[in-house]
């Protein structure tokens, strides 16, 4: 029977790590590993036609120790020896022989972070419960995936056709048989509980960043400290678009028309306007921004002992296929796939798809402007509130329109990579991402460019920007938090409903019923989205980091409510940093020094300086001074990045 929120186990050992397998937990033949009680840290759901001799051939083999071909894991079968459940834990030597595969380091004894030895353990503060949550269950599945059969064997209770061959791996061969359906985390309900009340149910400010790696991994943990940093980031140009705002009386800072007649002189006037000092300040904000994060990360990597990962040789993908052959690199018999296929599918399908669906953009951005001149015309022969609302409807309908066709190419994206046949997953995510990021750019960002750059029209640049402010946000909190509470309080509840009285059993079927968490893709998009707005064009509405803030107050809470409440508990690797994230933004950063120069430059004050000056004001001039003061700020980056942001030793 379970007992409580963990298990009870049995100290009696009978001869080897897995012997005969009762309602009761496999046994363990380490004597520094038996314990009165186990935590439950996996589920694994099983197919409705699994029998019972398949289960126990499963207990089994997640029980063995790995020189016989096991995973040295403890296994569980529910209260029905029959049932289509395993719970999986772990005894403390396999946890702490994966600590040192994976390249985690421990508090040393001398006070510093040092990589995991399991022959130095006891030098180690707390060896036995210095482990997470998050890396306890990650652990476990590390080592249900390095599951390889020793020999061909035939899996007992299946037909003969499910059979295993030297070297394969166990988990994939049973999921594509069928035997396995689901494998995820189970959650701890009185950390969840402890944990939401410090995060998102109080008042309180400040994040529990600690809590939240010890609970959900670094991966996690990572997403919601740079999601915190970027957030209270927003105050410096919050301040000033509000104060920009205020002495001007309007959003909107100046025209490109520049200065009425009958307007103050110019020496009346002060000699910086609110549009350059934005357009500076950007190009300073988005360089300083990203410097002082890769100072936080470091030392939130340092602290959490994810600096050092060690490489690994990483196993195939589950959707990676191929003719079996010998790998030259390990020697091992797994599918193999030629490079030069890859290549040539990646060149005849998948760039040719996504320049289709950048056309797509690009028609898009004709009919915005058609539908724009239209209205327009309507508005000059009507002049009436009418018209003047209009004057919104093709923003709107375009914003709607990029929206949708995200959503179309993140699937194509998907279908493409899994096409390509990447043997590794983290290839098949860097590949995913590329070709999402270059879409999400363009997509987003094209229309902006083209106004600024080639119309030169600042009035509609602000009027898109607002727009997009406005209605992208509306769109994000209806589909990210809305729609998925609905679901919830309405449709998934009613089946999930439990008591305290209920098997543990039932509490952990329960789990399983959630959707799985997507992921942080979508959630990293935003962020980009986000900074691209505030740091590429924000001088032209400076209430760009007010609305940004305001949004993203919200966004901490309701991401962390949907983590904890709407979704399943993810698996979550240890990390050192964001990633490919990281490298997104700070190209975002670079990039807003061409357009912020650009925009500085369109400046009808800038302009004035420039006649007063006997300077040409025209475009190839305003082009020319663009490029010099892109390269001397290319120089002050360079030597701020080099000499300026130095991260401790220690770091």
């Known amino acids: 029977m379970f007992a409580s929120s963990h298990l009870q186990i049995s100290t009696k050992m009978t001869g080897f790590c897995a012997a005969s397998i009762g309602l009761d937990w496999t046994k363990v033949r380490c004597p520094c590993c038996i314990s009165d009680r186990v935590e439950p840290l996996v589920l694994v759901k099983l197919g409705e036609k699994v029998g019972p001799e398949t289960k126990r051939w ?11 071909g096991g995973a040295a894991l403890l296994a569980h079968p529910g209260e029905d020896a029959s049932g289509d459940i395993i719970v999986v834990s772990a005894p403390r030597c396999t946890l702490l022989r994966a600590t040192e595969e994976l390249g985690l380091c421990k508090l040393y004894r001398n006070g510093d972070m040092e990589a995991f030895s399991y022959s130095d353990r006891d030098n180690f503060k707390d060896s036995g419960t210095f482990l997470t949550l998050a890396e306890r269950q990650y652990m476990v599945k590390y080592e249900l ?53 410090a995060w998102y149910s109080g008042n309180q400010l400040a994040q529990p960043l600690d809590s939240v790696n010890e609970y959900f991994g670094s991966s996690m943990a990572f997403y919601f400290s740079f999601l915190d940093f970027y957030t209270w980031s927003l105050l410096p140009p919050a301040l000033l678009g509000l104060t920009i705002t205020y002495f001007s009386g309007r959003c909107m800072v100046e025209s490109v028309s520049g200065p009425q007649a009958g307007d103050v002189e110019g020496d009346s006037e002060p000699p910086v306007s609110g549009h350059m000092l934005q357009a500076v300040f950007s190009m300073l904000w988005s360089t300083v921004v990203m410097e002082l994060w890769k100072r936080r990360s470091s030392s939130l990597s340092y602290r959490w002992g994810t600096l050092h990962l060690a490489e690994r040789f990483a196993e195939p993908r589950p959707g990676f296929h191929g003719d079996l052959g010998v790998n030259p690199v390990t020697g091992r018999v797994e599918p193999l796939f030629p490079e030069w296929q890859r290549d040539l599918r990646m060149a ?77 997953e983290s290839a098949f995510q ?35 920007l607002a727009s997009l402010l406005i209605v992208t946000q509306l769109i994000n909190q209806v589909t990210e938090v809305v ?3 609905l679901v919830d309080r309405f449709i998934s509840a009613p089946h999930r409903t439990e008591s305290k009285d209920d098997p543990q059993e039932e509490k952990f079927r329960n789990q399983g019923t959630l959707p799985p968490f997507p992921g942080l893709f979508a959630e990293y998009i935003e962020l980009l989205v986000q900074f691209g707005y505030l740091s590429l064009f924000s001088c032209v509405f400076p209430l760009t980091a007010v609305l940004l803030l305001l949004n993203n107050l919200t ?10 409440k709407l979704f399943r508990k993810p698996f979550s690797p240890p990390v050192a940093n964001m990633g490919v994230w990281q490298i997104a933004f700070e190209v975002l950063s670079f990039v807003s020094v061409v357009s912020n120069c650009w925009l500085l430059l369109l400046s009808p004050r800038l302009q004035e300086m420039f006649q007063e000056g006997g300077m040409s004001t025209t475009v190839p001039h305003i082009e ?28």
């Open 348 to 424: 005849l399908v998948s760039v040719p798809v996504v320049g289709l669906f950048l056309g797509l953009v690009v028609l898009g951005m004709m009919c915005f402007y058609w539908a724009e001149a239209q209205v327009q015309h309507l508005h000059n022969n009507w002049d009436s509130l009418l018209s003047q609302t209009l004057l919104y409807m093709p923003s709107v309908l375009h914003i709607v329109y990029t929206n949708v066709l995200a959503t179309v190419y993140k699937t194509v994206a998907q279908s493409l990579t899994e096409y390509e046949n990447h043997r590794e």
């Open 624 to 651: 020319y001074s663009s490029m010099q003061a892109l390269r001397q700020q290319v120089k002050l980056i360079s030597l701020h990045s080099l000499a300026v942001f130095h991260v401790p030793s220690s770091v």
């Open 58 to 68: 499963i207990i089994r083999l997640i029980g063995a120790s790995q020189k016989d």
């Open 483 to 485: 729609i998925p509470f």
């Open 145 to 197: 995936d390095g599951l390889r059969a020793q020999r061909d064997l035939r899996i007992p209770g299946l037909p003969d056709s499910c059979t295993l061959h030297n070297r394969d791996n166990i988990w994939q061969k049973l999921r594509s048989f069928g035997v396995i359906v689901d494998t995820f985390p189970l959650h701890n309900p009185d950390k969840l509980k402890n944990l939401s009340e």
């Open 555 to 564: 966004e901490i809470r309701s991401d962390a409510y949907k983590i904890c």
């Open 430 to 464: 860097n590949h995913l991402t590329a070709k999402v990021l270059v879409f999400t750019f363009f997509n987003y960002f094209a229309v902006l460019f083209h106004i600024a750059f080639f119309k030169q029209d600042v009035p509609l640049l602000r009027k898109r």
